[in-house]
């Protein structure tokens, strides 16, 4: 495998890749990691603990790994190329290119901005050849013609007019047929239902591990950083990209994962 550490920032937003990811006194968040309110960082250590951490955050970070591998199957061929947006240590990288004897013949390339996160996915998939790990913005980094994109947990920390100028660039890089999977937070429709769904949210990161304290320190620490938006708004996102072809395909709780195709 490959791997560059070449900084390719050029996002229209300021990067908090200077913010320290634990610092003592500060409020922690879980896993051992600690940050301010609108504080939160994927710099530094929080590489190391990554892992642990979402899977203690997010109901269906692994279940969305299995729907991400087999929908790649779909559509990419021996000698094809696909892509992970906000490949972060490499998990899903690997399962990708791996997933299928296609998969396995086919290239794989990861993009991520902070430095200690592509670090870790270089050695997480250091003994695949058709894996390349790459440090870059993914708002400005060019995309070759491909045959599948997949970004999970990662396009609802862009603003969101980055975010769509990104859908709008993985639909242009898609072959005719390809696809896009995209998997994010998302809010209820009404006040209500948010408030239901989040305190089903929180009541499951408590049987996770997580202590109450460390769960509002976390929301605290995403003011600001997270933007999640509708199910509605992101259909009409992929939409206006140029997608034609949207489906839900998983769901649990506030988490939910698309499949739009070219």
């Known amino acids: 495998m490959t791997g560059e550490l070449v900084s390719t920032d050029t996002a229209p937003y300021p990067s908090r890749s200077a913010l320290p990811a634990q610092a003592p006194g500060r409020p922690p968040v879980g896993d051992g990691i600690?940050?301010?309110?609108?504080?939160?960082?994927?710099?530094?250590?929080?590489?190391?603990?990554?892992?642990?951490?979402?899977?203690?955050?997010?109901?269906l970070y692994e279940q969305a790994h299995v729907i991400a591998c087999d929908l790649s199957s779909c559509f990419v061929g021996p000698m094809g190329l696909g892509y992970e947006l906000g490949s972060s240590t490499g998990q899903l990288l690997r399962q990708l290119a791996t997933h299928s004897e296609?998969?396995?013949?086919?290239?794989?390339?990861?993009?991520?901005?902070?430095?200690?996160?592509?670090?870790?996915?270089?050695?997480?998939?250091?003994?695949?050849?058709?894996?390349?790990?790459?440090?870059?913005d993914i708002t400005g980094y060019p995309l070759d013609t491909c045959d599948f994109v997949a970004a999970h947990l990662t396009l609802q920390f862009l603003p969101i007019d980055a975010r769509a100028r990104v859908a709008r660039r993985v639909h242009d890089a898609l072959r005719p047929g390809g696809a896009f999977f995209m998997c994010d937070k998302v809010l209820a429709p009404d006040a209500r239902l948010e408030d239901l769904i989040t305190t089903l949210h929180y009541r499951w990161k408590r049987r996770s591990g997580l202590s109450p304290e460390e769960i509002l320190n976390k929301k605290e620490s995403?003011?600001?950083?997270?933007?999640?938006?509708?199910?509605?708004?992101?259909?009409?996102?992929?939409?206006?990209?140029?997608?034609?072809?949207?489906?839900?395909?998983?769901?649990?709780?506030?988490?939910?994962?698309?499949?739009?195709?070219?």
């Open 34 to 59: 600690a940050a301010d309110t609108g504080s939160w960082t994927f710099a530094g250590e929080v590489s190391k603990v990554f892992v642990d951490h979402v899977r203690h955050s997010v109901p």
């Open 102 to 136: 296609a998969n396995a013949a086919a290239r794989w390339i990861g993009i991520d901005r902070e430095p200690s996160m592509t670090a870790a996915a270089i050695q997480h998939c250091r003994d695949l050849d058709n894996v390349e790990c790459i440090q870059a």
């Open 222 to 262: 995403l003011l600001g950083v997270l933007q999640p938006i509708t199910t509605s708004d992101n259909l009409a996102m992929l939409s206006q990209a140029g997608f034609t072809s949207i489906v839900s395909v998983v769901k649990n709780l506030c988490f939910e994962g698309f499949i739009a195709v070219k």
